[in-house]
């Protein structure tokens, strides 16, 4: 099953903070983090692999609360070069190996 | 992390026709993926990639639309066949790092179908 992101587009002026939240109906192995700019391919972010471990890229960092079934990425004090738009990606075990499958994304506009 | 490199960056096809996207990375790995990116939307699995074994497709991908050829652990190659204009996609290539924790991406290839 495809994992839920939200907000599904986020616009800010630099320097604003975001938060874009990723979930799954199903337990979580690990949680991956892209972001596509415009014209190209996605770019690797970061892994999660244990509940509650934030991990951190630039400034920004993300969260993974296995309980839950949910990550979050947090970009603070946003930068021009943070807008793109990002995936979660979470992995799914079948037919004897892992395969990862994304999310919607969500748009992020960064604004002078 | 891998060089993945593929051709061809872009192309402009006539409907009916078919294309062979080539994914070479510079480094031996096990698994190969294959994504469709349709405009606006995210990345869907078209089919896994192994060496020495016939591809698997995921739930509405099929083998006569997209042939996959998998002949050594560098290379791997992805036909669009028969190709309409829904077909106009991004198509990227992607490894497991060897970790086999970590998914990368290739540049991808921009196909438009007219």
């Known amino acids: 099953q495809q994992p839920v992101q939200s907000p599904q587009a986020v616009i800010l002026r630099e320097g604003e903070d975001a938060v874009i939240n990723c979930s799954s109906s199903?337990?979580?192995?690990?949680v991956h983090w892209y972001r596509q700019k415009h014209g190209e391919a996605p770019v690797f972010l970061m892994i999660?692999?244990?509940?509650?471990e934030q991990k951190g890229h630039e400034k920004i960092s993300a969260s993974f609360n296995e309980k839950k079934q949910q990550s979050s990425l947090y970009l603070t004090a946003s930068q021009l070069s943070y807008s793109g738009t990002y995936f979660c990606?979470?992995?799914?075990?079948?037919?004897?190996?892992?395969?990862?499958?994304f999310g919607a994304g969500t748009r992020l506009a960064v604004h002078p | 992390s891998a060089v993945i490199s593929q051709k061809p960056s872009r192309d402009i096809c006539q409907r009916g026709t078919s294309l062979t996207i080539q994914c070479q990375v510079d480094?031996?790995?096990?698994?190969m993926f294959w994504y469709r990116q349709q405009p606006g939307q995210s990345l869907t699995l078209i089919a896994t990639?192994?060496?020495?074994?016939?591809?698997?497709?995921e739930s509405g991908f099929v083998i006569d639309k997209f042939p996959i050829s998998r002949p050594n652990l560098t290379f791997s190659t992805l036909t669009v066949s028969n190709m309409s204009p829904e077909d106009s996609s991004i198509y990227l290539c992607?490894?497991?790092?060897?970790?086999?924790?970590?998914?990368?991406f290739g540049e991808g290839s921009w196909l438009t179908v007219v």
């Open positions: 999660l692999l244990k509940g509650g």
């Open positions: 990606g979470t992995d799914m075990f079948s037919g004897g190996y892992n395969k990862l499958i």
């Open positions: 992607s490894i497991e790092d060897s970790s086999g924790n970590t998914i990368y």
């Open positions: 990639a192994n060496q020495g074994s016939e591809a698997t497709y």
């Open positions: 480094s031996q790995v096990t698994m």
């Open positions: 199903k337990a979580l192995y690990s």
